[in-house]
Nanobody, 117 residues
Framework: QVQLVESGGGLVQPGGSLRLACAASGSIFSTYVMSWYRQAPGKQRELVATITSGGGTNYLDSVKGRFTISRDNAKKMVYLQMNGLKSEDTAVYYC???????????WGPGTQVTVSS
């Protein structure tokens, strides 16, 4: 049974920083793709960042240069460093681990990030 748990969310002022972490338990392979999504109230869930097993990354245009995704295969963890936060970054952030084929995919329950003065 695979379970993911996010941590690190909270309330931060505009321009501030947060570091999200997602820890996995169970059978997770180092080949898995790890991703962060977010969903703001009244909006669809969107892909924020992805990192492959080889370290290749991809980002939502609006977070490029501000957010950095990283992973630690030995610890079965993925991180999202968020700098220069804006009010429009306010959302529930979810981590996702998925096999390369996409057949297996696991989600965390989410962590709230609120950017407000």
């Amino acid at each position: 049974q695979v379970q993911l748990v996010e941590s690190g969310g909270g309330l931060v002022q505009p321009g501030g920083s947060l570091r999200l972490a997602c820890a996995a338990s169970g059978s997770i392979f180092s080949t898995y793709v790890m991703s962060w999504y977010r969903q703001a109230p009244g909006k669809q869930r969107e892909l924020v960042a992805t990192i492959t097993s080889g370290g290749g990354t991809n980002y939502l245009d609006s977070v490029k240069g501000r957010f950095t995704i990283s992973r630690d295969n030995a610890k079965k963890m993925v991180y999202l460093q968020m700098n220069g936060l804006k009010s429009e970054d306010t959302a529930v952030y979810y981590c996702k681990f998925s096999s390369v084929s996409g057949i297996r995919a696991y989600w965390g329950p989410g962590t709230q990030v609120t950017v407000s003065s």
